[in-house]
């Protein structure tokens, strides 16, 4: 599977990015479990919003919920964030990635098999 990140960029505090995730595989894209984390510069990568094969299940982290919304288009091999009320401490890398296993979203990023180059998100106060 390849994952490609995008929609990073510039934004000023309180304002909203759409982020998204294109794959190619040669299985069926709803197979996998798909999730976004981030790293911000000198700190470890975190979780930030995980989604089900079929979009029914979604998990988020507590530093952005109500604020960030994960959705995926199956027939479009594509999955999504949206990120509103974007604050300087989001400022970070933002990595997709895919679990081949996966069926419901975990937030742990050993169960996650692919993992997309990443797309720069920052957010000037």
């Known amino acids: 599977v390849q994952l490609q990140a995008s929609g990073g960029g510039l ?4 304002g909203s990015l759409r982020l ?3 794959a190619s595989t040669p299985r069926t894209f709803n197979n996998y479990a798909m999730a976004w984390f981030r790293q911000a510069p000198g700190k470890e990568r975190e979780f930030v ?3 089900d094969w079929n979009g029914g299940t979604t998990s988020y982290a507590d530093s952005v919920k109500g604020r960030f919304t994960i959705s ?6 594509t999955m999504w964030m949206q990120m509103n009320s974007l604050k ?3 400022t970070a890398v933002y990595y997709c990635a895919a679990d ?5 979203p975990t937030d742990q990023a050993y169960d ?5 180059q990443g797309t720069l998100v920052t957010v000037s106060s």
């Open 11 to 14: 934004v000023q505090a309180g």
């Open 20 to 22: 998204s995730c294109a």
């Open 49 to 51: 919003a995980a989604i």
């Open 72 to 77: 995926r288009d199956n027939a479009k091999n």
């Open 88 to 90: 300087p401490e989001d």
């Open 100 to 104: 081949r296993y996966g069926v419901a």
């Open 112 to 116: 996650y098999d692919y993992w997309g």
